[in-house]
């Protein structure tokens, strides 16, 4: 059972390029996160999902898009890339079942943008 | 507004000593509260949560947190610390594991 698997796991763009960051889950979770986490501040909330062909806004979105066309993939599209957006990338998922109130988190996507 | 608050940004114990972090949370509703625990390179792990109930919870590793309303706080602790405990710890609250709020993490260096 893979879990919640994120590629790549390091990259470095130039400005203005674009990238996808890939996040796929085996766990038929329908509820999905992308989060981003710079040093002193936490883990912020990009782009959720809670199920196929559903896709919200979080705290952080611009600069970012999202699809969700599989219950299993939520990629992370950056169209213009900026260096405000180096960070390191989180997914995560959910089964939305009160009985496991837990986030499963991939292992991350450092981006540098030069 | 929602936000949680971990006033303290670094710690260091030394192996076997006791461990407190702090974590305070503003929160409208009663509040679904977790902790995560952050290894070098990794994703986040739950090591606990509270949702209702006896307000002192168990997590996995020794790690027992309590919630304490009055004070708006959910404060971690260990009674010993291991070398392997050292790593970045996430307090986070919300309505339910959806759309969590996380704090800023504490990291935590153990020496032997």
């Known amino acids: 059972n893979a879990g919640v698997t994120q590629t790549p796991k390091f990259r470095i763009l130039k400005i203005g390029q674009s990238m996808t960051l890939q996040c796929t889950q085996d766990?038929?979770?329908?509820?999905m996160y992308w989060y981003r986490q710079d040093p002193g501040m936490g883990l912020k909330l990009i782009y959720y999902?809670?199920?196929?062909?559903?896709?919200d806004k979080g705290e952080v979105p611009n600069g970012y898009n999202v699809s969700r066309s599989t219950t299993e993939d939520f990629p992370l599209r950056l169209e213009l890339a900026a260096p405000s957006q180096t960070s390191v990338y989180f997914c995560a998922s959910w089964d939305g079942g009160l009985r496991n109130e837990k986030l499963f988190f991939g292992s991350g996507t450092q981006l540098s943008v030069l | 507004a929602q936000s949680v608050t971990q006033p303290d940004i670094h710690i260091t114990v030394s192996e076997g000593a006791s461990l407190e972090l702090r974590c305070n949370y503003s929160y409208g509703a009663t509040p679904y509260l977790f902790w995560y625990v952050q290894s070098p390179g990794q994703g986040l792990q739950l090591l606990l949560k509270?949702?209702?109930?006896?307000?002192l919870v168990q997590g996995i590793k020794g790690f027992e947190a309590e919630f304490k309303r009055s004070q708006s706080s959910f404060n971690l602790r260990k009674p010993s610390v291991h070398w392997s405990d050292a790593a970045e710890y996430f307090c986070a609250v919300g309505a339910n594991t959806d759309k969590l709020i996380f704090g800023t993490g504490t990291r935590l260096q153990v020496f032997p």
């Open positions: 999902s809670v199920g196929a062909g559903i896709t």
């Open positions: 509270y949702f209702s109930g006896d307000t």
């Open positions: 766990m038929n979770h329908n509820y």
